[in-house]
């Protein structure tokens, strides 16, 4: 791809968006509640100022870091699917040598950043950029590439945990399998777009994997997901507020299931856009919860 005519300077730049998504917000959504959740959590309400700016910043350059290594490995595939065929790296708009440079800049710029910690959420650190790393080549080798993405997207739980606490008690590790249960829910969701796509071409995902089963696994994922942050609440004593979030996450589960139950490619694509307000009302949730007292 590396004969294609390229734009020059600045007028580059839309590509290089493109490629980090930093167009397209969702996935960096996404990764943030999570990390939210985890910091509100640790600080028991609010978190230091610079803590928080480091897991803001080092939300959004590990997520147009994945992005970028994801499209890397789907070079040559993206182009056979409907939803991605104009992706940069497939067009050829920008070339491989540019985007190895890109994510080995990102990892470097998340690896300054998370060594203004300690040592234990530098070594957590370490797997979460594995995991990354490792994403996207796994949708060859089985059909759970979703799980390996929810790992991916769940390790700052665990690091916000350290970097508060100094140590990772077992509610980061329930609040960790909650995000890898919901993560997966919606991802099948994202993954029920481009099934057609991904039959033809040999990739493999959870919706290939669940087939007619797809939408009941989702919700099975849904309320596994529920019950284990209702848990995270009683053993950590959450107030109202808390639990008034979780019950606007389960309505927000019913109104995607509403959604999908036809397995429209449109209406599949809407839920899992769906999942940034089951983030937030969580979160809203439990920052109200924790608000310091008067």
Not at 20 to 31: C, K, S
Not at 122 to 150: C, D, E, I, N
Not at 183 to 200: E, G, H, I, N, P
Not at 250 to 256: D, N, P, R, T
Request: charged fraction near 15%; proline fraction near 4%.
């Amino acid at each position: 791809m590396d004969h294609v005519e390229r734009p020059r300077g600045l007028a580059r730049l839309p590509d290089f968006l493109a490629l980090m998504r930093l167009n397209r917000p969702i996935g960096t959504w996404l990764l943030m509640w999570p990390t939210l959740w985890a910091l509100w959590l640790a600080a028991e309400g609010l978190p230091s100022r610079n803590l928080l700016l480091i897991f803001i910043a080092g939300v959004y350059l590990m997520r147009a870091a994945g992005c970028v290594v994801n499209d890397y490995a789907d070079r040559h595939l993206d182009g056979h699917v409907k939803r991605t065929k104009s992706r940069p790296l497939a067009t050829g708009r920008i070339a491989e040598r540019e985007a190895k440079a890109l994510f080995a800049t990102l990892i470097a710029a998340s690896f300054v950043l998370v060594c203004f910690t300690n040592g234990l959420t530098v070594l957590l650190s370490v797997a979460a950029v594995a995991l990354a790393a490792v994403y996207p080549f796994m949708k060859r080798y089985t059909h759970l590439p979703q799980v390996v993405l929810g790992a991916a997207f769940s390790m700052a739980i665990p690091m916000a945990f350290s970097a508060v606490t100094g140590a990772v008690p077992l509610e980061a590790w329930l609040l960790f399998a909650a995000n890898l249960c919901w993560t997966v829910a919606y991802d099948t969701q994202y993954a029920m777009v481009d099934r057609d796509d991904d039959l033809k071409i040999g990739i493999k995902s959870t919706a290939v994997l669940f087939g007619r089963a797809d939408i009941l696994m989702i919700v099975l994922l849904q309320l596994l997901t529920l019950g284990l942050l209702g848990l995270v609440g009683a053993r950590l004593a959450l107030g109202s507020f808390f639990w008034l979030g979780l019950g606007a996450m389960a309505a927000i589960f019913v109104y995607q299931f509403r959604l999908i139950r036809g397995r429209d490619r449109d209406r599949c694509f809407q839920a899992f856009l769906n999942n940034h307000w089951a983030g937030l009302v969580l979160f809203a949730g439990l920052a109200l919860t924790l608000w310091p007292a008067a």
